[in-house]
């Protein structure tokens, strides 16, 4: 690990990403800013997490991987679970150390070289943490190894299939500039979390633009996610983002 507690073989796309998150820690207070989100869209994750989470499971020991300022770690915890929030900014712990009072453990640690043992942990979160890494697999294999058995992986990520990602990627090829962000196929993160011996399921997660969060309830109401469900094309263009939920049989 070097001093800002990230793996030493980081890419130049990561190391501009933890640069970001470190500066996001110093110039924000919110756990939205300092995670990089506008606040609506940091809500409507934890919401959607929320819906599809059985809090039976926040039990035993749980990793929140890229905690930021602490926002599901501190979720879990009121939920009864024993936490560890990880993160390579040390800006980001500080703030969410001072905004924690339920004793949850911060350190800080790379999500692709985690500093834990094998299999020493029930359960995993790892939110908004993906798009900034150049690929997905060596932290699903570092995250599926500190699990148990019968222990539960979470862990989202941005959608390429998403259709203002397509238009923006058209958009961005004709003005010849690189992506800022990594979006990703789906079918990726499943294929990886299956060849690590992890059975996964799928959830989209729309998320309209801060401008019209007003009507982001009709994207969360129970007809809707349904139709997403089903009609699985409807679900990958219509979804910013999508979270798999991971269980080992």
Known sequence: MNPAGESPSKTEFERAWSARF??????YDDDAGIAGWSRTGLETRLRHFQRHFDTARARGLWLDA???AGTYSRYLRTLGAEVIGLDYSFEALRKARLRDDIGVRYVAGDVTRLPLRERCVDG????????ALSQSE????ALAAVTRPGGEIWIDGLNFWCLPHLVEVFMRRLRG???HLRYERPAQVLRAVREAGWQPTLYWLPILPERFAHYQWLLETRWAARLLHI???LGALLSHAFVVRARRP
């Open 22 to 27: 470190r500066e996001f820690a110093r110039r």
């Open 66 to 68: 890229g905690c930021g």
């Open 231 to 233: 009609v699985k094309p």
């Open 124 to 131: 995993v979160l790892c939110f908004g943490v993906t798009q």
């Open 138 to 141: 060596g932290a699903i294999r």
């Open 177 to 179: 500039k690189r992506a």
